[in-house]
């Protein structure tokens, strides 16, 4: 999942203040609040199933290069210079439509990018704005977020607001019932990779290493 900002309410200048002992501060955590939402666990395996379909597709793509590479690496000495070219033209396509695949779907602004803003973006809005409603309402002048940026050294259990926050969270979304609630399946990284075959040297025809 992608993780939250660091700070749920601005602290400007806090260390620089002389009357920070006066101020209440508490903090949450943000990653245990979307953990117990089914919402947010819904999205997220919405998000890992396509990830999982997209992987498949590319694995496929990544096995059909090598099996083409190795029937080629093992033709190549009997293949004439235009079946040479050809079998190298055809390896160097398919390796471009594999990068272009692996950036379309997992690149910085691929579909999955696009995908986690759609699903998981009105969900952080709603923690977001409750857990300032709720600061508001108890007086705080500071929230932190205890999983994001900014790590905390020290902090008393008392100004833990986290399941405080998923209770009003809980509140303000539609009643559901999800089965299966436990760990998150970690989202395979974005941008993969497959090992590079070594070719058989050839002096008089070596193969470019395709998209490399």
Same mark, same amino acid.
């Given at each position: 999942?992608?993780?939250?900002?660091?700070?749920?309410?601005?602290?400007?200048?806090?260390?620089?203040?002389?009357?920070?002992?006066?101020?209440?501060?508490?903090?949450?955590?943000?990653?245990?609040?979307?953990?117990?939402?089914?919402?947010?666990?819904?999205?997220?395996? $919405?998000?890992?199933?396509?990830?999982?379909?997209?992987?498949?597709?590319?694995?496929?793509?990544?096995?059909?290069?090598?099996? $083409?590479?190795? !029937?080629?690496?093992?033709?190549?000495?009997?293949?004439?210079?235009?079946?040479?070219?050809?079998?190298?033209?055809?390896?160097?396509?398919? !390796?471009?439509?594999?990068?272009?695949?692996?950036?379309? $779907?997992?690149?910085? =602004?691929?579909?999955?990018?696009?995908?986690? =803003?759609?699903?998981?973006?009105?969900?952080?809005?709603?923690?977001?704005?409750?857990?300032?409603?709720?600061?508001?309402?108890?007086?705080?002048?500071?929230?932190?977020?205890?999983?994001?940026?900014?790590?905390?050294?020290?902090?008393?259990?008392?100004?833990?607001?986290? =399941?405080?926050?998923? !209770?009003?969270?809980?509140?303000?979304?539609?009643?559901?019932?999800?089965?299966?609630?436990?760990?998150?399946?970690?989202?395979?990284?974005?941008?993969?990779?497959?090992?590079?075959?070594?070719?058989?040297?050839?002096?008089?025809?070596?193969?470019?290493?395709?998209?490399?």
């Amino acid at each position: 999942m992608k993780r939250i900002a660091g700070l749920i309410l601005l602290l400007p200048l806090f260390l620089a203040g002389t009357s920070h002992a006066q101020q209440k501060i508490a903090y949450v955590d943000i990653a245990a609040i979307m953990k117990a939402l089914p919402e947010a666990q819904d999205a997220q395996s $919405k998000l890992d199933a396509l990830v999982e379909s997209w992987q498949k597709e590319l694995e496929a793509m990544e096995k059909e290069w090598q099996k $083409k590479f190795n !029937d080629y690496d093992k033709r190549k000495l009997i293949l004439t210079d235009q079946g040479r070219a050809n079998a190298e033209r055809e390896l160097q396509e398919l !390796d471009r439509q594999i990068m272009e695949f692996r950036e379309k $779907k997992f690149g910085q =602004n691929g579909e999955l990018f696009a995908k986690e =803003n759609e699903l998981m973006q009105p969900i952080q809005n709603v923690v977001f704005q409750q857990i300032q409603e709720l600061a508001v309402e108890l007086g705080y002048d500071y929230v932190f977020d205890k999983s994001g940026g900014v790590s905390i050294i020290y902090a008393k259990d008392t100004y833990d607001l986290t =399941n405080k926050a998923i !209770d009003r969270i809980k509140k303000m979304l539609p009643a559901r019932t999800v089965s299966g609630q436990g760990e998150t399946p970690q989202t395979p990284p974005r941008e993969g990779g497959r090992p590079t075959p070594t070719p058989t040297p050839d002096t008089k025809n070596p193969l470019p290493v395709p998209g490399r």
